[in-house]
């Protein structure tokens, strides 16, 4: 298995009739608006490269003009490069003949359009089945596999209405299901909740990324909204006038635009929701309960912090301590476990992968610095208010 499930190399894209021309030109280093006005040639891609993993949901971003439909539209050669390379599993598509691209089509990919797509004529049912239907499916194995699709995206009950008596968002869960009922590897987005209003999209947004835990589909996803690409990407990258300009972590975008472009969308966004406690929290060891007072004190001024957790040998937390109460306690041979046996712990936690937004209230409700626990419930630092304003207010 190759690392890169698809990787697209050098790739070139030049509308218009002196194309290769203009590939030769781009390359001299004329700008997609100098080609435009003195050669008549649209710049759609130019120089791209990217490697995408098999599993990961990778975002195409940037504005309109900027490419995107472009570059998704190559993955299944509704567009042919200039120039340049497109590998899916090792292979080059464009080597492939018209018989191979029709099964690429078919079985090894499916897409989600922003405007539905959906065939006005065929009901809900018969809509999700189309790409069973056309690699000639029987009736007796199409029907349950359509059925269970429709109920997954939350239609049950419609599967005889048309699409005009659908809302918009019911409609994209049938074009979401329509998708995945060929059981596709790869499946491309172009602006698939563009369409719809914020409270469908958000709830489109949560459906695909629950769906994915489950499927580990490879997904190409387009969008020009930066909050949609954060909330759903593994990884984005960033288009503008059909060169790539940045790649990276949803974080390493928010936290270190490239350029200004980046940074012009950047800078509307809200942070709390798209940062987790992993990107805020300070790592910090915990004091074993077994500790004597005195070994406690002894290691709490040496790391000169008034405050530390204390926590079982698994690393489990037990309960914050301070340098305060272990001055305060009258045995300095008792156990540090013992002394804060006789405490009320209402601690609140933080989840390392919950978004800063959620764990805000807490935070701010808290007069202690909050421990951070791994999903495995194991303490590994805390959560500063100081280290969240930092972070919020833009390093
Ligand atoms: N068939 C075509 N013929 C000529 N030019 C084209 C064609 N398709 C796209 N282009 C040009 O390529 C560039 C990129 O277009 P593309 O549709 O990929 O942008 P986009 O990022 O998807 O935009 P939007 O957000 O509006 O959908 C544009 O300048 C466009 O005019
Ligand atoms: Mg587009």
């Known amino acids: 298995m190759p690392t890169?499930?698809?990787?697209?190399?050098?790739?070139?894209?030049?509308?218009?009739?002196?194309?290769?021309?203009?590939?030769?030109?781009?390359?001299q280093g004329l700008s997609k608006d100098e080609l435009m006005n003195r050669y008549q040639v649209s710049v759609g891609l130019s120089d791209i490269n990217l490697e995408i993993k098999q599993g990961e949901t990778f975002v195409v971003m940037g504005l309109s003009g900027s490419g995107k439909s472009t570059l998704i539209?190559?993955?299944?050669?509704?567009?042919?490069?200039?120039?340049?390379?497109?590998?899916?599993?090792?292979?080059?598509?464009?080597?492939?003949?018209?018989?191979?691209?029709?099964?690429?089509?078919?079985?090894?990919?499916s897409m989600v359009f922003q405007r539905f797509g959906l065939l006005p004529h065929r009901t809900v049912i018969q809509n999700v089945a189309y790409g069973l239907k056309i690699q000639g499916i029987s009736q007796s194995d199409w029907k349950p596999k359509a059925q269970h699709w429709i109920d997954i995206v939350g239609l049950n009950g419609y599967e005889n209405q048309y699409p005009n008596q659908l809302s918009g968002g019911q409609q994209q869960r049938v074009g979401l299901a329509r998708a995945l009922c060929t059981d596709p590897d790869i499946l491309l987005m172009d602006e698939a909740f563009s369409a719809l209003d914020p409270l469908i999209r958000s709830e489109m947004q949560q459906q695909l990324k629950d769906l994915q835990q489950k499927l580990h589909k490879t997904i190409i996803f387009i969008t020009h909204d930066l909050d949609e690409a954060l909330r759903l990407g593994d990884r984005i990258a960033i288009l503008k006038d059909g060169e790539l300009v940045q790649q990276g972590k949803p974080v390493?975008?928010?936290?270190?635009?490239?350029?200004?472009?980046?940074?012009?969308?950047?800078?509307?966004?809200?942070?709390?929701?798209?940062?987790?406690?992993?990107?805020?929290?300070?790592?910090?060891?915990g004091l074993l309960e077994t500790l004597t007072v005195a070994e406690a004190i002894k290691q709490i001024q040496q790391l000169a912090l008034s405050e530390m957790a204390v926590v079982t040998s698994e690393q489990t937390y037990i309960a914050n301590v301070t340098l305060h109460q272990l001055k305060e306690a009258t045995n300095s041979n008792a156990h540090i476990g013992e002394l804060l046996n006789t405490q009320a712990h209402d601690q609140v936690f933080a989840n390392i992968e919950q978004s800063i937004e959620s764990i805000m209230p807490s935070v701010l409700g808290s007069k202690r610095q909050l421990p951070v626990t791994e999903q495995d419930g194991r303490y590994v630092g805390v959560l500063q208010k100081e280290q969240l304003a930092k972070l919020l207010d833009g390093m």
């Open 73 to 109: 539209r190559h993955f299944n050669r509704l567009i042919e490069p200039s120039e340049g390379t497109i590998e899916i599993d090792g292979i080059d598509i464009c080597s492939l003949d018209k018989k191979q691209i029709q099964d690429l089509r078919r079985h090894k990919m």
């Open 4 to 27: 890169s499930y698809i990787k697209i190399s050098n790739l070139y894209k030049v509308f218009g009739e002196q194309s290769s021309d203009g590939v030769t030109k781009l390359k």
């Open 252 to 285: 390493d975008i928010l936290l270190n635009p490239a350029t200004d472009y980046v940074a012009s969308f950047v800078q509307d966004i809200n942070r709390g929701r798209a940062l987790t406690v992993r990107h805020a929290y300070l790592a910090q060891e």
